[in-house]
């Protein structure tokens, strides 16, 4: 019995391994550009969320005004203003590109039908956030 008891302590007993990695291994190396690869995929896809006003299906009508609320939200807070981009980016990943052109098009001619001008109120200061 004493014996027994011997050879299942060996058993259970666990050996460490010791493993050297060579850092310029290529193979190393080819793995960690596919990572970094995959974190940058990663960070630029990114889902907008829903919006209540539209709870159907059909998308197409919240794709105008998501086009048409991103320049109306340029004109009241300017150019470039950050609080804009949410509009931009909803409009450009939901709306087919032929129609966004087309869009610009009417737009840039003065022939889209919105007045691209309408008044949101009265806001204190030179523009809305001042």
């Known amino acids: 019995m004493g014996e027994n008891n011997l050879s299942s302590t060996r058993k259970n007993e666990k050996k460490k391994i010791t493993i050297e990695v060579d850092e310029d291994d290529p193979c190393l190396k080819k793995n960690k550009i596919q990572e970094k690869e995959i974190q940058t995929e990663n960070e630029s896809i990114r889902t907008l969320g829903n919006d209540p006003r539209f709870q159907q299906q059909n998308q197409t009508s919240r794709c105008f005004v998501m086009y048409t ?3 109306r939200c340029e004109h009241i807070l300017g150019k470039d203003s950050e609080a804009c981009t949410w509009f931009k ?3 450009t990943s939901i709306c087919p590109k032929a129609w966004v052109e087309q869009w610009d098009e009417l ?3 003065g022939r889209l039908p919105w007045h691209k001008y309408r008044t949101q109120g009265d806001f204190p200061g030179n523009k809305y956030g001042e």
């Open 107 to 109: 737009r840039l001619t």
């Open 69 to 71: 609320d991103f320049y």
């Open 89 to 91: 980016d909803v409009f």
